[in-house]
C-alpha cells in the first residue's frame, strides 16, 4: 500500500506517520511525503517516508499537476491531506473534478465554514453551545462595542488559521490596541468571552454519511508556552485522555447543526475544540477539518484514527462498521515534546516535589 501524507513538516501529519508506522498494522505501508518548504524535517526522515517531495502552495497554478504526476509516478492508492489550505483545496476540486486518488476530504461548503471562526459561532450561536463572541477589523476605529458586550476579560484571536494565532487574553483597550499593531497578518479578530476551565477537544471521524468513532482529551500545558504572550502553540506537551460522552454528545449536536446548515455530507475528520466556563460548561471555540498533532497520543492509547482512516478508505472488511466511541483506562496521560515520541502513564505517577 502507498500513502501520501502532505505538509511533512508541521507536527500532525509527522503524527499521523507514527500513529501509522509505531501503533497499527500498516507498519509496512510505504508513505510517500511532501511540503512546501526545502527545510521541512518530515522530508528528511527516511525511518518514516520512502520517498519526498517538494511541491507548489496549494495556491499556485501549478499544485495539481505537481501532486498528479507524484501520485500517477508512485501509484498512489490513498491520500492524507492534512494541511488546512489543502484540505481546502482539495474540497474545492471535489465540487467538480474526481479526485486523483482516495482521501477523507470534507464537503467544500463545510470545510469552507468551519476555517472562519467568526462565520462558525454566528451559526452555532442560538444552540448556546459557543462563547459570547464579537468579531472586528483590525482598522476599526471603534473598540467600544467589544468592551460593552464582553464585560470582564475576554480573548482574542485571528477568526482563522491555528496554533493560537493572534491570540492573548485582553484587559484593557490598550493591551487590544498593542496586540492588533503587533499582529499585521491578521485582518480579522474575533473576541470572546474568557473561558477558565479545561481546554477540551473531541476527535470525530465520519465516513460516507454515518459518525464511526470519537474520543476525547484535554490539553493542559504546551510546547514552547514561554514563547507565545497567551502561552498557546497549539502543540500539546502534556494532556489527558479522556471519557466523556456528555462531551461528545455536545459535539455531535453541534457537528448535526453544522452539517444541516451547510447540506455537506456527514464526511472526514473533525477536532471539535471546548473550553470549559468557570462551572464546568464546554463552550466550542473552534473546530478544525483535520487531526492534530496529539494523533499518536490517541494511537498509542488504543485510538488510532490514522488506521481507522486508511481502514475506511481501503474498504477493509475488518473495519467494525458500528460507532464507537474510544475509551481509555483512567487516570491516562501523555507527555511530548519536540522530536520525541510520547510517553504515556498514569497521573499518579508523576514526580512529586
Known amino acids: 500500500m502507498k500513502i501520501l501524507i502532505t505538509g511533512v513538516g508541521g507536527p500532525t501529519p509527522r503524527s499521523f506517520a507514527i500513529a501509522l508506522k509505531k501503533y497499527s498494522n500498516f507498519k509496512d505501508a ?90 462558525m459561532t454566528a451559526i452555532l450561536k442560538d444552540l448556546d453551545i459557543v462563547p459570547p463572541s464579537v468579531t472586528f477589523s483590525r482598522d476599526a476605529q ?24 493572534g491570540s492573548l487574553k485582553v484587559e484593557d483597550e490598550d493591551s487590544l490596541k498593542n496586540w492588533i499593531q503587533i499582529n499585521p497578518n491578521v485582518q480579522q479578530f474575533i473576541a470572546s468571552k474568557f473561558l477558565s476551565g479545561r481546554n477540551l477537544a473531541c476527535k470525530m471521524l465520519y465516513y460516507n454519511g454515518k459518525l464511526m468513532r470519537t474520543a476525547s482529551a484535554e490539553r493542559v500545558n504546551y510546547i514552547m508556552a514561554k514563547v507565545a504572550p497567551s502561552g498557546i502553540t497549539g502543540n500539546t506537551s502534556f494532556g489527558r485522555l479522556l471519557n466523556e460522552p456528555e462531551l461528545v454528545k455536545e459535539a455531535k449536536r ?40 496529539f494523533t499518536q497520543c490517541f494511537a498509542a492509547g488504543g485510538a488510532n484514527f490514522a488506521s481507522d482512516t486508511l481502514m475506511l478508505l481501503n474498504e477493509d472488511a475488518a473495519f467494525d462498521s458500528d460507532y464507537k466511541m474510544y475509551e481509555f483506562e483512567k487516570d491516562l496521560i501523555f507527555l511530548r515534546d519536540v522530536d520525541a515520541l510520547p510517553i504515556l502513564m498514569k497521573e499518579h505517577q508523576l514526580l512529586k516535589k
Open 30 to 119: 510505504e508513505l510517500i511525503a511532501t511540503d512546501i518548504n526545502p527545510l521541512a524535517v518530515g522530508l528528511y526522515q527516511t525511518e518514516l517516508f520512502a520517498k519526498s517531495y517538494l511541491v507548489p502552495p496549494a495556491s499556485s497554478a501549478d499544485y495539481w499537476s505537481a501532486m498528479e504526476k507524484i501520485i500517477s509516478e508512485n501509484n498512489i492508492d490513498f491520500a492524507v491531506i492534512l494541511p488546512e489550505l489543502e484540505v481546502m483545496e482539495w474540497s474545492r476540486r471535489k465540487i467538480d473534478h474526481e479526485l486523483p486518488c482516495k482521501a477523507m476530504i470534507p464537503d467544500y461548503s463545510m470545510a469552507e465554514l468551519l476555517v472562519d471562526k467568526s462565520k
Open 142 to 165: 471603534d473598540l467600544k462595542e467589544v468592551f460593552d458586550v464582553l464585560k470582564g476579560n475576554f480573548w482574542v484571536r485571528s477568526t482563522s488559521g491555528t496554533s493560537g494565532l
Open 254 to 293: 453541534a457537528m448535526d447543526h453544522l452539517f444541516e446548515y451547510t447540506g455537506a455530507a456527514q464526511h472526514g475528520f473533525f477536532t471539535v475544540d471546548f473550553k470549559e466556563d468557570e462551572n464546568g460548561k464546554p463552550y466550542i471555540t473552534e473546530i478544525n477539518v483535520r487531526h492534530v498533532a
